[in-house]
């Protein structure tokens, strides 16, 4: 099928390099004539795993760039739309780009066209880009609009999208139905799998995967309720957190403990210092305003909002309680992105953790595997730039764990404690067991768990089903 991408960020980019692995042929269309530029000579402007491998598979050959919308959408049989929906001050979704791109659609629809929805937008959008392409002049036979929301995080997108759990796919019309079951269909008959040039099977996934067909509605409001409850998920377990250091528990056994039940289960329950990311905060805004326009006061958001806030300033408070004042202090930082495995800083909240901590006058010292670059496009000044972890660690009063990155899970802890000037680490990940970590010689601070000190105490009076 020939198949145009408008918008060539996270989403666009890993969904039009794997609609050309699953053998279509796609135009990758961007107003951004520096990320085509790029695009065109081979680079790869974000962190993804599989996306050069992809990239370079199909550049040129099925998968060509460009910034003529009109013209992609003409030689195109279906127009995903993948551009920002950035929040407005108010929360809700601002739906510009998605209203211009619909306009300028709509010149170039000379045949049966389905316009489809990628980005995540609140549920009446497919209404009203039906609006603006007829308001254009467009014969109303001529197109469908439908909804396909992704579910791809970042970091795994690609195989999120290879091989997901479900492909949502939702359709007013009989006809649009059938163009987007022939677009998924090497992925729900199987056939992509078998390939031996596919990409690598995750653990955890289910091929071939279900293809839910719903009305274009329900499809909007899937991807809104998905994104909260996953939001909601991570308040709730944060919340219980705060309640397992008031009294003394251990909330990485309490997650062991609901999330084995089948019907909670234990992903997406990992304590930290709040979600971040381009998506979590901004749907969540974005559906409780939604909500509130549909005449439905879903308060449950705004608590989700705030416990993610204060998550943050927890984490703050405990580095107080852990070095008392900051003003002066070398801080050894891991990590900027919002998430291991990605490049994005966008709402990170390990950023505004770092920014905080130079507000109140810390020297800090970070590194990351791969945000540091687009941290110093934002911040240039007052933070240091290391090249490892343990660089990071040199001469610090502290170490700070921000970024669930596997490395920082699995760091030599002789090492480390060799170069900080304390042996103090304050983990906002529970990447490490408390037990260990005090007994290599750390006072080691984390997330809804007792501190624990070089000495044990905590931790040998835990064993002893105490309160710590
Ligand atoms: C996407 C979705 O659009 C968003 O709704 C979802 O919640 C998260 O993922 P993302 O891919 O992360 O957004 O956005 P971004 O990386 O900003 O990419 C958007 C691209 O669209 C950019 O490359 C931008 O240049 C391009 N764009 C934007 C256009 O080509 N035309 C426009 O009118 C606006
Ligand atoms: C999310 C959704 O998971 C995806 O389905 C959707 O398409 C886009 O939004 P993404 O933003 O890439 O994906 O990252 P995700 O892995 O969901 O993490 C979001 C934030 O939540 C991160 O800051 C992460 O650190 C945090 N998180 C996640 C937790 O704090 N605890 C968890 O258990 C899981």
Redesign the pocket.
């Known amino acids: 099928m020939r198949i145009a991408v408008v918008g060539s960020g996270?989403?666009g980019l890993v969904a039009g390099a794997c609609f050309a692995d699953l053998g279509h042929d796609v135009i990758l269309v961007d107003n951004d004539q520096q990320k085509l530029a790029a695009l065109r000579n081979g680079q790869v402007p974000i962190h993804e795993k599989f996306l050069p491998e992809l990239l370079s598979r199909h550049r040129a050959q099925r998968l060509t760039f460009s910034d003529d919308l009109k013209e992609a959408a003409r030689l195109s049989s279906v127009i995903f739309v993948a551009v920002g929906t950035p929040p407005t001050e108010s929360g809700e979704a601002d739906l510009s780009y998605v209203e211009s791109v619909a306009r300028e659609i709509s010149g170039g629809i000379d045949g049966y066209k389905v316009v489809v929805e990628k980005s995540?937008v609140p549920v009446y959008t497919s209404d009203w880009v039906r609006k603006i392409i007829l308001r254009n002049g467009t014969d109303p036979e001529l197109f469908d609009v439908a909804s396909n929301?992704?579910?791809?995080?970042?970091?795994?997108?690609v195989t999120?999208f290879l091989f997901p759990d479900r492909i949502v796919i939702g359709c007013d019309s009989d006809r649009s139905a059938d163009v987007l079951r022939e677009v998924y269909a090497p992925l729900t008959n199987g056939s992509y799998y078998k390939r031996s040039d596919a990409i690598p099977q995750p653990d955890r996934a289910s091929i071939p995967p279900p293809i839910i067909v719903t009305s274009t509605k329900s499809a909007e409001l899937i991807?809104h309720a998905?994104?909260a409850f996953?939001?909601m998920?991570?308040s709730f377990?944060?919340a219980v957190a705060s309640v397992c250091e008031s009294v003394g528990a251990d909330v990485n056994q309490v997650v062991h403990g609901v999330g084995t039940d089948s019907r909670i289960g234990p992903?997406?329950?990992?304590?930290?210092?709040?979600?971040?990311?381009?998506?979590?905060p901004k749907?969540v805004m974005a559906f409780r305003a939604v909500a509130r326009e549909c005449g439905y006061d879903f308060r449950l958001l705004d608590e989700v909002m705030r416990i993610n806030e204060d998550q943050r300033q927890r984490f703050l408070r405990k580095v107080h309680s852990a070095l008392w004042t900051l003003r002066g202090k070398n801080l050894g930082v891991l990590g900027l992105a919002?998430?291991?495995g990605?490049d994005?800083i966008r709402?990170?909240?390990a950023l505004f953790l770092v920014q905080a901590l130079l507000q109140e006058g810390s020297k800090v010292t970070a590194y990351d595997p791969a945000a540091m670059e687009r941290t110093q496009e934002v911040m240039s000044s007052g933070i240091t730039f290391a090249n490892s972890a343990y660089e990071a660690a040199h001469g610090a009063d502290a170490l700070l764990i921000l970024?669930?990155w596997e490395e920082f899970a699995n760091l030599d802890l002789n090492r480390l404690r060799q170069e900080l000037k304390y042996p103090i680490v304050i983990d906002g990940?529970n990447l490490y067991d408390p037990e260990v970590m005090a007994a290599q010689g750390f006072t080691y601070y984390s997330i809804g768990r007792a501190a624990a000190h070089p000495d044990g105490l905590p931790a040998a009076v835990l064993k002893n089903g105490k309160k710590a």
């Open positions: 996270y989403v995540t929301p992704e579910f791809l995080r970042e970091g795994t997108a999120d991807k998905s994104n996953l939001a998920k991570i377990i944060n992903r997406f329950l990992n304590p930290g210092i709040g979600y971040g990311g381009s998506c979590f749907d919002f998430k291991g990605t994005d709402e990170s909240p970024t669930e990940r």
